[in-house]
């Protein structure tokens, strides 16, 4: 069946707007300082990543200017508005506009960033920009199989589990299994609208804990 679709735009380096964040293509001069210091106290964070931990804020800005010339992967800086610090990391990377395949990665967020509604409108703005901008069919989370946070990450971010490739990659000298997820663009307007409905100001309460979940949210808006 021939489909109706035209391939997806390639992607620019642009900043992408939410609320609470801006995402901001990498800048060493803007950024390093900030994101040294953001994850200085947390060398897990690089765990299941191939990169890190890094020794000195020299060695860090030497690994942030090669990133900072790539444009796949394509690099930003997650920044918080209030405050203007850079907090974490993320990408697009695997970028296919002719299949309309595109893949999010090389996530860390500094204990800062962490289980915070920043954390989660980054992860929106990066989804909406992939759908409603440049219009993929297909968005891809991949991360190692023994990498549990970022697996139920996925879920609750409504990403569809599709399978596990065994020996996948060699990742500092040891085996990575890797685990496959996906969204696609129809099923991205629930999962935009749990988003959104999510991150209201009014689905907190007073300690700032959540009164609805994602999936919650996602269960009872697709049903509208």
């Known amino acids: 069946m021939s489909l109706q679709w035209k391939p997806a735009r390639p992607l620019s380096r642009v900043a992408l707007e939410g609320e609470l964040v801006r995402l901001e293509p990498v800048d060493v001069a803007r950024h390093a300082g900030q994101l040294f210091a953001a994850q200085s106290s947390a060398p897990e964070l690089w765990q299941y990543l191939p990169y890190g931990p890094f020794e000195s804020e020299t060695d860090f800005r030497v690994w942030l200017t090669e990133r900072a010339a790539s444009s796949d992967p394509l ?8 405050s203007g610090r850079a907090l974490g990391m993320a990408s697009f990377l695997r970028v296919e506009p002719g299949h309309g395949v595109i893949e999010v990665g090389h996530i860390w967020y500094s204990p800062a ?3 915070t509604r920043l954390a989660t409108e980054s992860m929106y703005v990066m989804a909406r920009h ?12 991949k991360c190692n199989a023994l990498n549990e946070p970022s697996r139920r990450a996925a879920v609750r971010l409504g990403f569809t589990f599709e399978g596990v490739f065994r020996q ?5 000298g040891e085996n990575r299994d890797t685990a496959w997820y996906s969204m696609l663009d129809g099923e991205w307007p629930a999962a935009k609208a749990a988003f959104e409905a999510w991150l209201r ?4 309460n007073g300690e700032g804990r959540q009164l609805r979940s994602l999936a ?4 009872v808006l697709g049903r509208r």
Do not use: S, T
């Open 75 to 82: 690099f930003y800086a997650i920044v918080e508005r209030r």
């Open 113 to 115: 960033l962490q289980r």
């Open 130 to 141: 992939v759908f409603d901008d440049l219009r993929y069919r297909r968005y891809e989370w």
């Open 168 to 172: 996948h990659m060699v990742i500092k």
């Open 201 to 204: 100001p009014e689905n907190f």
């Open 216 to 219: 919650e949210l996602r269960v």
